[in-house]
């Protein structure tokens, strides 16, 4: 590709509206452009790198045999009707009528379409296994679309499917799509690793995902270095160890604290620590109220509460609901007397004369303890915190940052039995599939690799991804020698189907030097004063040193 008759251009200001370095960067580079909220263009540089990620994951899928098709992003709302999920998404899913009335979906994901696909061909145990893929559009009504191209509204991604006939074959297909997919990140160049993770929306046995290491990641991932624990702090266990004390339990007593509705104002105002108070959170859980208790210095985490209550319904109650169930402003809920369910985290178990509000607008009660009230559930339901110990073998653990870039399921038999999908095993009896699932979010991938591979200058990009291999920029195209022997580096490159890109453009050359860095091209090669001695300048973009070298041993290496 030769610039000066070619689509590019770049940015020298970062976008107001963008929070993200691979955003601001992947915009300057004239990679992407934003027309929507959550909604990108990829443009032909972008592109190219899009392109080369798809390739490498292509290339994977095809090794171990996973055969590749297109499902529609249009689809009737009965087939998540069907499967269950179309509550379980709600407006998460962009939804449609047509002339006639008939309801419509984009689908946010397409499990229930692999299923259908496949009631073709499985009818007996001799059909499988199977393993299926596509790389196409996905749309979810994402309330919050942040960080550019890594929380958006329309997004492709590579879903892969198996089908076996059980689950000893359930994980032979797992493994070796858990296998391409380190393949695919480490051809890549990501830094990432795997945590266990929640099943989330999508269900069944086991869920892992590859989370991209990186400051700016939703996720957060619990790490242990003795143990090799590893795992999303969504689903990860406390460690809670009884604690003996000597303290003397006191008299509870009510006391008045104006304007106190949150910890950090009684804390302030009335040098409590944290740790000695507890909070009382409120929930509706299909359709019924519980009351959570933690630690005032806490968080409690959701996911832990639907799987204690096996259930997607949890939602906090809203301001009205909280104060029709306390008789109290929001901020002053507590354990006594409430008329609800009470479940409390193991560590109340360990506490004595603490604080919790006391269902009366600016009042809480001191010195409680566990006598004082009914509580029906004693639970984890807390996010561990990094004052915490393996839950495991009790190491000192690691938080980092992640961006989920892949995840694998197992799903079992959920999709199949919701959608009827079964075979006739060796004695004519029939069962149900056995399902696996397998994502890779392609735009991710790209947005955490910038956001791991940037320097002041701009992008560096991986060899394997980068839009070109190389560049040559050419320092006074109006020089004859110059242009000649440049053309000359540009048809061999061409030759070798190298990617290659020629600078050839008529402005300053210290624009073209700062555009090549900006794009995050891996190596330049400089033609300039030297050329009439059929020597050029060779520079790496992750390195600061250039280096000379004739013609004839850049051609020949």
């Known amino acids: 590709m030769k610039l000066s008759n070619s689509y590019f251009f770049t940015k020298k200001e970062n976008s107001k509206n963008e929070e993200s370095n691979s955003a601001n960067l992947l915009i300057r580079a004239g990679m992407i452009k934003k027309v929507g909220s959550g909604i990108f263009c990829f443009l032909p540089l972008g592109l190219r790198v899009f392109r080369k990620i798809e390739n490498i994951i292509r290339e994977e899928m095809n090794e171990i045999g996973s055969l590749e098709l297109t499902i529609p992003a249009l689809l009737p709302e009965e087939y998540y009707v069907n499967s269950g999920r179309r509550d379980v998404f709600g407006e998460d899913m962009f939804s449609l009528d047509d002339r006639s009335g008939r309801k419509y979906v984009l689908g946010p994901t397409h499990e229930e379409l692999f299923v259908e696909v496949c009631r073709e061909v499985i009818k007996s145990y001799k059909d499988m296994p199977i393993s299926l893929y596509q790389i196409t559009n996905k749309y979810r009504d994402e309330a919050r679309s942040r960080y550019g191209l890594i929380r958006t509204r329309e997004f492709v991604m590579k879903d892969a499917y198996s089908f076996d006939k059980d689950i000893s074959g359930l994980d032979k ?30 269900g069944g046995l086991l869920s892992e995902e590859f989370q991209a290491i990186t400051d700016i990641g939703e996720d957060i991932l619990v790490l242990c270095d003795k143990c090799g624990l590893s795992t999303n702090l969504e689903i990860c266990e406390c460690r809670n160890t009884l604690i003996t004390s000597d303290e003397k339990k006191l008299e509870k007593e009510i006391f008045y604290t104006p304007n106190c509705g949150k910890i950090e104002d009684i804390s302030e105002k009335y040098k ?182 940037y320097d002041e200058d701009g992008i560096i990009f991986p060899k394997e991804i980068a839009p070109f291999d190389v560049a040559i920029i050419v320092v006074d195209i109006k020089d004859e020698k110059q242009m000649l022997l440049a053309n000359k580096i540009y048809d ?66």
């Open 173 to 202: 297909s797992y493994s070796l799509m858990f296998n391409a997919y380190k393949k695919i990140f480490d051809r890549i160049g990501l830094n990432y690793t795997i945590v266990e993770a929640s099943s989330g929306a999508m």
């Open 272 to 453: 409590i620590n944290p740790q000695d108070m507890c909070k009382t959170m409120i929930y509706k859980i299909d359709n019924n109220f519980y009351g959570f208790v933690i630690r005032g210095d806490r968080e409690i985490n959701e996911n832990k509460i639907s799987r204690l209550f096996n259930t997607k319904n949890v939602e906090l109650a809203s301001f009205l609901e909280d104060k029709e169930v306390t008789g109290a402003e929001v901020g002053f809920a507590g354990p006594i007397g409430l008329d609800i369910p009470i479940i409390i985290d193991y560590e109340v178990l360990n506490m004595k004369n603490f604080l919790v509000g006391a269902n009366k607008t600016d009042y809480h009660y001191k010195n409680v303890n566990l006598e004082d009230f009914n509580y029906f559930k004693v639970a984890d339901i807390r996010n561990i915190s990094i004052e915490d110990v393996c839950p495991k073998c009790g190491a000192k653990l690691t938080f980092k940052h992640g961006i989920e870039v892949g995840n694998t399921f197992k799903l079992g038999t959920k999709y199949s039995e919701a959608m009827n999908l079964y075979y006739a095993d060796h004695d004519n009896n029939m069962q149900p599939v056995v399902m696996g699932c397998y994502g890779i979010g392609i735009a991710r991938i790209m947005a955490a690799i910038v956001e791991q591979n």
């Open 492 to 557: 061999f490159y061409q030759k070798k189907k190298i990617d290659i890109l020629l600078d050839d453009r008529n402005i300053r050359v210290g624009i073209k030097f700062k555009d090549i860095d900006l794009i995050g091209i891996p190596k330049r090669i400089v033609v300039g004063k030297k050329s009439d001695q059929n020597i050029v300048e060779i520079k790496l973009r992750n390195s600061k040193n250039n280096q000379e070298i004739n013609i004839d041993d850049l051609l020949n290496n």
